[in-house]
């Protein structure tokens, strides 16, 4: 089975590039889903003893704890040490879920790949990218957000050319879902034909 790594900075298109893998009958790990999942019970008590006031009755209460590490690069790697091994022990149970179904390929949706090595785990990487002008427009509409918080984001992350840079396959976002949902089976059939 190949291991397909989708990444792409916030706002990118990332979640509508999955969503046509999955329409096409391809699984799909998703990591932030893995991560809300994990907030809700399992990583819980981990991350309250690490960030105290930020999960209580047993559930990570997201906004707490994205005030808590967010600008603190040394509080986001004590969070990462946390969460980043879960993650990875439900990517291993999804990855050998689709393999025991028989899946030629699957695709782990994860924002940091890059930044968090996870490309080494993969066979082909694809990125999700739009113009900066998208990506902003996109994410300031988001309930909560600030053009001061999404600089703080993309400070954490790989900047959107690096990541082009090192892709094996780009997905472009900026026009028609139609036009996206093209070149997401133009993808398709090369890693198909490459297998």
Sequence with gaps: MRIIGLTGSIGMGKTTVAGFFRAAGIPVHDADAAVHRLYNGPAAAAVEAAFPGTAPGGVVDRDRLGET??????ALKRLE??????????ERAFLKAAAGAGAAMAVLEIPLLFETGGDKRCD??????????????RVLKRPGMSADRLDALLANQMPDAE???RAHFLIITDYDLAFAKRQVMAVIRALAASA
Excluded: F, M, S, Y
């Design 163 to 165: 990541k082009r840079r």
């Design 69 to 74: 590490v967010l600008g603190d690069r040394d």
């Design 81 to 90: 040490a946390i969460v980043h091994p879960l993650v990875r022990q439900d």
């Design 124 to 137: 082909a990487v694809i990125v999700a990218t739009a113009r900066p002008e998208t990506q902003r427009q």
